[in-house]
């Protein structure tokens, strides 16, 4: 296949997303805009402001808005001013759609620049079309940290607008309401960039646990596991290609799934010009009693590597002579130190300690992890270089 040049913008994205999600930096856009002095807004109960749907009427750009603990109850919010920051002041914020919904969409709908939500949860998000969000992103840039979403149609929803970007860190998307099978914990369209870091995935319904159609997803230190009760369909699709970098995950797929693939890749065809996945220092799981599949490829990719990674439970690992595969092991779930109760950390005398090799870079940066997923949710720097296959490092 003749590659297609690489955007200068992408390359510039492509070049951040890595550092960022390797090294848990803010993205450039709230690093630079994150001052102590902004105006505030109080919201709460006891305040003049009493509700989120009146704090969004309110709020002007550069705003940060401190939100007392509770619960708020059908209170649903457009927001769309730019430089927004959303913070649960005293606890956490519960957002309990109760049946309603905002512009038939979800609860949040945001389509600022460069907002941040930190501390909220979601749930109940419904709509008639059977499509509701906890957030629906239609435009601009979002940044979600420490929220948790379950029990809605979908977690969070994205526009396809190609320079939207959402950067998550250290949350969770549990359980979601099962309704024709195409809801998903996350459904990203074609926008130009994701970021998921540190984040806890599970109890999917016939729906993915995480779907993007993202130019640029990065994909790093998350547990992303149907366990027990889930029924996901791919843990991780990747349905239109693009740069995909996938590092220091742990991935597992339930007895019950309803899918036999793990991670998808390009299963709709490749849609930008460039594609490539990187599966990098991963401990990917098959709990299906047979004919599981830890990776599907669909033919046409630029690219695909396959360093470092543990396939457990399943002994048909994948393999294809046009792809870069190095470091890899098939281990027995013995291997780990509680499989059975969802602890996928290495025994210490697993023989496949000390067995990594150089996962090499993507334009110039390391893949080589330098943290590791930390349960609940949430990642750990590494003390000394990553030198085990998988997900985890120590103990």
Known sequence: MTKKPFAPQRRHVLQWGLAASSGLLLPPHLAANTPSNRPVLQV??????????????????????????????????????????????????????????????????????DMLIEGFDFSGAQVPDHNGAGIRLQAGSLSLRDCRFNMNENGVLTSNDPTVRLDIEDCEFGTIIRRDGKNHNIYVGAIGHLRVVGSYFHHGQSGHLLKSRAAVSHIFYNRLTDEIGG???????????????????VIQQSAETENPHIVSFGAEGYSGPRNELHLINNTLIDMRPS????????????????????????????ADPAWESAGN??????????????NYHLRPDAKVRGKAVDPGEVDGLSLRPTRQFLAPRGTLALERPAIHPGAFQFP
Not at 49 to 60: C, D, F, G, N, Q
Not at 329 to 342: E, G, I, K, P, T
């Open 44 to 113: 709460g109960p006891t305040r003049g402001v009493r509700s989120l749907a009146a704090a969004a009427r309110e709020a002007k750009d550069g705003m940060r808005i401190e939100v007392d603990a509770g619960e708020y109850t059908g209170d649903v919010a457009v927001w769309t001013q730019h430089d927004l920051h959303l913070k649960a002041v005293g606890g956490r914020v519960h957002m309990e759609a109760a049946g309603a919904n905002a512009q038939g969409k979800g609860t949040f709908v945001t389509s600022g620049r």
């Open 231 to 249: 029924r996901a369909s791919y843990e991780i699709d990747l349905p239109n290609g693009g740069v995909a970098l996938v590092v220091g995950n």
């Open 291 to 318: 004919n599981g599949v830890f990776l599907r490829v669909s033919p046409g990719a630029d690219k695909v590597r396959l360093i470092n990674n543990l396939w457990a439970g399943n002994p048909k690992v994948p």
């Open 329 to 342: 092991f098939a281990v027995d779930l013995n291997v780990f130190v509680l499989a059975s109760r969802d």
